[in-house]
């Protein structure tokens, strides 16, 4: 490739190669399709001659040593249903052109390790692998619709403005990873919809300068423990891991080059829709997320060593509203949510939830959700008990002014702490319940008095004026008050220690000043109890 002629391009170019040299001088398109669907299809298994085939090595030479533009023309590379032999190697090299290759195949990994560009896109091509680790764009970064066979690699790449990956099929590499992005950095949106992984999503330490959008992708990772790897991750918007509503119309200006931005948005009730599926661990640990995180119809399948770990994530809103997951664990551990949007049949069971720690403001459920299930939700949270789940639960509904609720929640929470107690003081509890439910109903506190008032005033009628312990002073016997100062254990009503009571009516007496103790000191506990609450 050594000789030149007259135009400047090498001796040895091929017809293809010439067609692609002079495209690349005007701006125009090199189209080496066949014009027939069924042979136009890079990932199909029709081989591709050489009449629609250009080497690598000139590609390269066309991006880093290119000839000048015609005049009054802007040069760049753009390419349809071509076929590029060898390894296209740009490690390290800066890319002036606009670069563009639709429905292109490549024989042979793509090298960008280092590379800068301005805008490069790749549709619908069948790549091999793609190697962009540190990779610089200007511009945008296009891969939709492509097929990978063994991998993306964009470890601390720099995206100048939007990486668009939509409806990609992605292979593991021999690390088990499909997509590699460890560090990597993005200015605007990241757009994955309907994207289809095999193997570990990688993006740990990863930054999205507005949203990261994956409605209806489908993630799997047999092969590991995570399908999505990604903590610390931020997303400085909303991160949308949703199902897509189908049958939509794109919304582009009618370019079958440029793939459309958003293909389609959450879908509404009883619109057809494809879930996002992630099939195999979630993880989102130390996140950070400006808007919100959105679960809605999302699907996880999980082994029962797997989890959706969602540890000490920040974002005013969580919108946990997919399928409950039937095996693994959902874990929210540490996390910091100002509103938390979820459903009933979207938490797991007993056992397979962890939410010490968890802190959220608002609750704003969708559908039925009552304080039932909301109680069941924190048990299934806390296999052995643990108080700052019920606190943090009634502190919420105490501030949305569900006091009755609060109290519900705190009522259950002694319950639940009861059954760790020893004998002696479970009894107890049981006592405090029994009577004036840890004092969180004071009204059935005077429901026992009125009822042992009435129960000592009854007895006591029955009985003939006692004997008076001083004969001269002593008030007229009175049975009600009698029965009254004997249950109120402060106050003294001048009755109690004026009659000298014989027999079994000394211990009638006495269990009515029994119990009137009782009873006074559960309503203390209750008391207290709610002045510390307050």
Known sequence: MAETRVGGEPADLTGPELRMWSAYRTGSICDLSARAADRDDPHADRVWGPERSVRAQVVALLLLHGPPPDPGRVASLKLRGVRITGRLDLSGGTVSPYVELQSCRFDSEIQ???????????MNCAIPRLE???LHTEGDLHLPRCRVARGIRLTDAQIGTDLLISQAVVQRDNRGRAIAADGMSVAQDFQGELLETYGEVSLRGAKIGVSMNLRGARLRNPYGRRALNAPQLTVERT???TSIALGYTPGDSGSSSTPPYGLGQTPTRGQRAQRFECRGGLRLDDGRFGDAIDFYGARFTLAEDQEVSLRRIQTPELRFVGEQPEQGRVVVSGAKVVKLVDASTSWPGPGRVSMEGFVYENLAPRGHFPLSRRLSWVEAATPEYSPEPYERLAAVLRASGEDADAREVLLAKQRRRRGTLPPAVKAWGYLQDWTVVYGYRPGRAALWMAVLWAAGALLFSW????????ADEHPQWNA???ALDLLLPVIDLGQEDQWKLEGGWQWGAAALV?????LATTVAAGASRLLRRG
């Not at 590379?115 to 490069?120: I, K, N």
């Not at 009985?463 to 312990?469: D, K, V, W």
């Not at 029994?514 to 009782?518: D, Q, R, S, T």
């Open 239 to 241: 991160l949308y891991l």
């Open 480 to 482: 009600a008050l009698y």
């Open 514 to 518: 029994i119990l009137g103790w009782i």
């Open 463 to 470: 009985h003939r004026e006692p004997p008076a312990i001083k």
């Open 112 to 122: 960008l390790s280092e590379a800068r560009f301005g805008t490069l896109r790749l």
């Open 132 to 134: 962009a680790a540190r």
